[in-house]
């Protein structure tokens, strides 16, 4: 069954940092471009930051633009979303998502594209 999983979402305080993950089951990674997104309550999904199946093209919405860092271990089949001074409205459900040859990065974000998607996890950034 082809599935992703993420994890590491939770509560933390403003200037805070956490780190998502991304984990595939039931297929390899290797060659899909995975993507990071968000959905806050009442508002649309937004591609937060992609990144290719080779690891080196990378995008970034322009709101979290230097201070999150995505990244991926193939070898672990696994994604990565490091997210630092979080603030209030980074608040939202972060998906993971995976497509196959996007024509690019931020293609696949601005556009939403995903194949497979996961569940989400609720990343809440409040004092």
């Known amino acids: 069954q082809v599935q992703l999983v993420e994890s590491g979402g939770g509560l933390v305080q403003p200037g805070g940092s956490l780190r998502l993950s991304c984990a595939a089951s039931?297929?390899?990674?290797?060659?899909?471009?995975i993507g990071w997104f968000r959905q806050a309550p009442g508002k649309e999904r937004e591609g937060v930051s992609c990144?290719?199946?080779?690891?080196?093209?990378?995008y970034y919405a322009d709101s979290v633009k230097g201070r999150f860092t995505i990244s991926r271990d193939n070898a672990k089949n696994t994604v990565y979303l490091q997210m630092n001074s979080l603030k209030p409205e980074d608040t939202a459900v972060y998906y993971c998502?995976?497509?196959?040859?996007?024509?690019?990065?931020?293609?696949?974000?601005?556009?939403?594209?995903?194949?497979?998607w996961g569940q989400g996890t609720q990343v809440t950034v409040s004092s």
């Open positions: 998502a995976a497509d196959y040859r996007t024509p690019t990065v931020q293609t696949m974000c601005i556009n939403l594209r995903g194949a497979s």
């Open positions: 039931g297929f390899t990674l290797d060659y899909y471009d």
């Open positions: 990144i290719s199946a080779s690891g080196g093209s990378t």
